[in-house]
């Protein structure tokens, strides 16, 4: 038997609020999360901007003793899911079986701060200096199994790493877990603090990364004149629910999520197809599976990195799959424009706001977007949101690797 699965409860940390709903208040009102790096030395690097968390506290949240052994990209994560907990009543006393209960939150690099500091320590003063919390803060599923242990999820539990693609591959293969079911509920998403010198040294070498130092330009999406993302960090999760289980508690829906596609280029380890075979056929498997109905009033929440090959590919890759037609009659945006590009998270914050415009019947825009791209003819939502009549939403995310990643929702019509 197969079931419909539900988004019952929504987390974030994101650079544009410490809230699912400051979060989605930004979006909404276009403003951007990027600014000059704060969080380190930017000396020697060609590289001075970034979306970081502002006002974040892991002492505060989680007590001292507690953040000194949770990685900054597992606080993210933890705090995110505790909101995505709260907001889908699922912390409430026999809400869920918890052998039921699943947790499929991912990283794209996981520890990493921890994981350099330490470098770091030991070369300055001996190996003997590391720390015994080393491993358990690094390693990439960490995020998933402090939030397994915090609340006490004892049912499926999968951290998937697949680069930028991580989160969105998250939140499908829970999708796909709670369909088939082998959950009732999943906390699905992902979390990344990759803000660090050595993280951003190694993606300016690879260029890819914008070198442009002016914040309120440095990110933008689909414009003839970008030059490269700007990294970001934060978590988002999902709760994710069997429909059935959701409707009998009384649970408040934001949307329905209804295909998943996963493909990989088998092309670059960092450059896209470019003639987009391989995101095209992730975006069909999930509109396939979904049903999806594009005449129906259609939002496209983009990967649209700023990056020259990445937005020209994607744009190929929605007129392949869906037909010339349906594409320039979709509204796309990239949030990324406001958000930076957070990683391993980035899927699940896109798809956050796939639900949240499918529920206000809002398009959040692509800020940033001045000289047109011949190459990206779409409609991208410049600059201001958009009211708009939407009956569904897809989600696509990119992935080092040649990963590919596209989730499908509905908007609810029906309790």
């Keep these: 038997m197969e079931h419909r699965v539900a988004i019952t409860g ?7 609020g410490n809230t699912t709903t400051e979060t989605w208040e930004a979006m909404c009102a276009g403003r951007c999360g990027i600014g000059p790096i704060t969080r380190i030395d930017t000396e020697g690097l060609s590289v001075g901007v970034a979306a970081e968390v502002k006002g974040f506290d892991g002492e505060a949240y989680f007590g001292r003793r507690e953040a000194k052994h949770l990685d900054r990209c597992v606080q993210f994560a933890m705090a995110a899911a505790d909101e995505a907990m709260t907001d889908a009543g699922l912390d409430a006393e026999g809400a869920v079986d918890h052998e039921r209960l699943g947790v499929y939150i991912g990283s794209g690099i996981g520890g990493v701060e921890t994981y350099t500091e ?5 070369g300055e003063k001996g190996p003997r200096r590391a720390s015994p919390y ?3 803060m690094m390693i990439p599923n ?16 999968l951290p998937v790493v697949t680069a930028c693609a991580t989160s969105a591959h998250a939140v499908g293969e829970a999708f796909r877990a709670i369909k088939h079911g082998y959950a009732d509920a999943i906390l699905a998403g992902g979390a990344e603090a990759p803000i ?16 442009n130092p002016d914040p309120a330009t440095a990110c933008r999406p689909f ?10 960090e934060g978590g988002c999760v999902l709760a994710l629910e069997q429909w059935e289980h959701a409707v009998a508690r009384g649970a408040r829906i934001y949307a329905e999520v209804v295909g998943y596609g996963n493909t990989d280029d088998a092309h670059h380890i960092t450059s896209p197809d470019s003639e987009a075979a391989g995101i095209a056929r992730a975006i069909s498997q999930a509109v396939t599976e979904g049903g999806v109905n594009p005449g129906e009033g259609l939002y496209i929440n983009a990967h649209g990195t700023s990056t020259k090959l990445n937005d020209a590919s994607e744009t190929l890759g929605f007129k392949r799959a869906l037909g010339e037609d349906a594409a320039r009659a979709a509204h796309v945006s990239s949030t990324k424009s406001m958000t930076g590009h957070m990683l391993g998270a980035t899927g699940a914050v896109e798809i956050m706001a796939c639900a949240l415009a499918l529920r ?3 398009v959040p825009p692509t800020i940033n977007y001045a000289t047109p791209d011949p190459a990206c003819d779409l409609d991208y939502t410049p600059n201001e949101a958009r009211a708009c009549d939407l009956g569904w939403a897809l989600s696509t995310n990119l992935g080092f690797g040649g990963h590919n990643a596209c989730v499908a929702l509905r908007a609810v019509k029906e309790a």
């Design 10 to 16: 929504i987390g974030a940390v994101t650079p544009l």
């Design 118 to 122: 330490q470098v770091h320590l030991m």
């Design 134 to 136: 080393l491993v358990a």
């Design 142 to 157: 960490m995020a998933a199994g402090n939030v397994a242990i915090r609340h006490n999820a004892q049912g499926p539990t």
């Design 196 to 211: 660090i010198r050595e993280v951003v040294a190694g993606f300016t070498a690879c260029r890819a990364l914008s070198t």
């Design 223 to 232: 414009d003839a004149e970008r030059d490269g993302f700007v990294m970001g």
């Design 360 to 362: 206000d019947g809002i």
